[in-house]
């Protein structure tokens, strides 16, 4: 694959999931303790902010009130492209199609999701800029599990935008691991996802840095597209 500019590289966060296992509006969630904390979506979309002009966030029909939260939070109204998914609730893969069709356009695409707030920039630019150089799929791993986000080129297009159900990209990962490139990163971030009440819980207790600092005894939530 021929190299590509970074600006040709969309940023893709999914955020439109229901968060039935949370129980509630997880991404509206204050990340801390601090009542003036912001939400998780707001930390997650920071890194990725920092490291491209504009970022693709997927979201459900009914999305005001995060996409009003996030936009008063970061000041980044002009930078967000607010996507709205209406098959959103038949799961991620309709998702991260509908995100991929909307910048079918695109050289590449780095997807990531909403509820993982602790991923450093650094890793972020690292997978833009292995993709950027003509890799086909790209991921990061830390203590030698693979994490998110994943990185795909051009080539992967047309199956990105068939993806459908609860599986996502799972299946174009599975098809392809032999071009997969995991890069090891110092970033426990890209391992840790809040799934769950207890996975929030033990982000605010376990923090004592705004950067998350993972413990031994800290298992990590097991996802994947």
Same mark, same amino acid.
Do not use: Y
């Given at each position: 694959?021929?190299?590509?500019?970074?600006?040709?590289?969309?940023?893709?966060?999914?955020?439109?999931?229901?968060?039935?296992?949370?129980?509630?509006?997880?991404?509206?969630?204050? /990340?801390?303790?601090?009542?003036?904390?912001?939400?998780?979506?707001?930390?997650?979309?920071?890194? !990725? /902010?920092?490291?491209?002009?504009?970022?693709?966030?997927?979201?459900?029909?009914?999305?005001?009130?995060?996409?009003?939260?996030?936009?008063?939070?970061?000041?980044?109204?002009?930078?967000?492209?607010?996507?709205?998914?209406?098959?959103?609730?038949?799961?991620?893969?309709?998702?991260?199609?509908?995100?991929?069709?909307?910048?079918?356009?695109?050289?590449? !695409? /780095?997807?990531?999701?909403?509820?993982?707030?602790?991923? @450093?920039?650094?890793?972020?630019?690292?997978?833009?800029?292995? /993709?950027?150089?003509?890799?086909?799929?790209?991921?990061?791993?830390?203590?030698?599990?693979?994490?998110?986000?994943?990185?795909?080129?051009?080539?992967?297009?047309?199956?990105?935008?068939?993806?459908?159900?609860?599986?996502?990209?799972?299946?174009?990962? @599975?098809?392809?691991?032999?071009?997969?490139?995991?890069?090891?990163?110092?970033?426990?971030?890209?391992?840790?996802?809040?799934?769950?009440?207890?996975?929030? @819980?033990?982000?605010?207790?376990?923090?004592?840095?705004?950067?998350?600092?993972?413990?031994?005894?800290?298992?990590?939530?097991?996802?994947?597209?």
């Amino acid at each position: 694959m021929p190299d590509i500019g970074m600006h040709e590289i969309s940023a893709i966060v999914l955020a439109a999931g229901s968060s039935s296992r949370f129980g509630g509006p997880k991404l509206m969630q204050p /990340l801390t303790g601090d009542a003036s904390a912001m939400c998780v979506l707001s930390h997650a979309l920071q890194p !990725w /902010l920092a490291s491209f002009p504009h970022v693709q966030v997927v979201v459900p029909p009914e999305h005001k009130a995060l996409r009003t939260q996030v936009e008063r939070e970061l000041h980044r109204a002009d930078r967000i492209h607010w996507l709205a998914c209406e098959q959103s609730a038949l799961g991620m893969g309709h998702s991260l199609a509908f995100g991929v069709a909307q910048t079918a356009q695109a050289g590449a !695409w /780095l997807i990531g999701l909403g509820d993982m707030p602790d991923i @450093q920039a650094s890793t972020l630019q690292l997978l833009a800029a292995r /993709l950027a150089s003509g890799n086909t799929l790209v991921a990061p791993a830390h203590a030698g599990k693979r994490g998110h986000p994943v990185g795909f080129s051009a080539q992967f297009r047309q199956s990105l935008m068939a993806c459908e159900g609860d599986q996502g990209a799972r299946r174009v990962l @599975q098809e392809h691991m032999h071009q997969l490139l995991t890069l090891d990163v110092d970033d426990a971030g890209v391992l840790f996802d809040i799934d769950t009440v207890a996975d929030w @819980q033990r982000r605010m207790l376990a923090v004592a840095t705004p950067r998350f600092l993972p413990r031994a005894d800290v298992e990590f939530s097991r996802f994947d597209f």
